[in-house]
């Protein structure tokens, strides 16, 4: 079974440009979170999309946003890049609400950086 | 909103020691995952616990929930180089709430 897969693996971007990261989620799996990790913050919970709704936002402002399709895979965008935005975003699936709180099973993460 | 606290972020240990990292939440949980991160890798999920004062055991590695199901300890007896990484604990005030993590303790393992 293929694991969580995210796409780019590694990104330069300029401050003040947009990005799209991808993660497309262990099959079956019909729910997927996003996170942000930086040295010393650990995980810092982004959303959580279940059959294409937002079950759940963390405290990121509005430049950060996400979206997921029919067939579980998603995207999260970030529009007006800051220095700050450097980091490796985490994808993570699992098998969705009503199943026990299942396990997530991370992605390899897209290292972003902003310069 | 709820916070995961985790002690130390840091911690040195020769092989063949033991170690042992804490974790609190300023609520009540649901239940605790714990999640190993080996460097430059990303989070493994390790175990989950659901009930107060549950104790759970995989070989060297053992996971406690306290009683108030607001703290829990992971302890790795006899460390290994391979124990090297990251350990976060994640917990859910609510079934089917989000996660939130712990800031995670850094191990190395001297050998």
């Known amino acids: 079974k293929a694991g969580v897969t995210q796409t780019p693996r590694y990104l330069i971007k300029t401050r003040g440009q947009q990005v799209t990261l991808s993660c497309s989620p262990i099959?079956?799996?019909?729910?997927v979170s996003w996170y942000q990790q930086t040295p010393g913050q650990g995980l810092q919970f982004l959303f959580e999309y279940f059959s294409e709704t937002q079950r759940n936002k963390g405290n990121f402002p509005g430049r950060f946003s996400g979206r997921q399709f029919s067939n579980s895979r998603s995207e999260m965008n970030v529009s007006t890049l800051e220095l700050g935005d450097s980091a490796l975003y985490l994808c993570?699936?699992?098998f969705g609400p009503g199943t026990g709180d299942s396990p997530l099973h991370f992605g390899n993460g897209t290292r972003l950086t902003v310069t | 909103g709820q916070q995961v606290m985790q002690i130390p972020q840091y911690q040195h240990v020769q092989e063949g020691e033991d170690f042992t990292t804490y974790c609190n939440s300023s609520?009540?949980?649901?239940?605790i995952q714990w999640y190993k991160q080996r460097p430059g890798g990303h989070p493994v999920f390790l175990i989950q616990l659901v009930k107060s004062g549950e104790v759970k055991k995989q070989k060297r590695l053992t996971f406690q929930f306290g009683e108030a199901k607001k703290n829990s300890s992971l302890h790795i007896t006899a460390t290994r180089t391979t124990d090297v990484g990251t350990y976060f604990c994640a917990g859910r005030e609510t079934s089917g709430s989000r996660l939130t993590f712990g800031e995670g303790t850094q191990l190395t393992v001297n050998p």
């Open positions: 993570a699936s699992s």
């Open positions: 609520t009540t949980l649901s239940n």
């Open positions: 099959s079956g799996h019909r729910s």
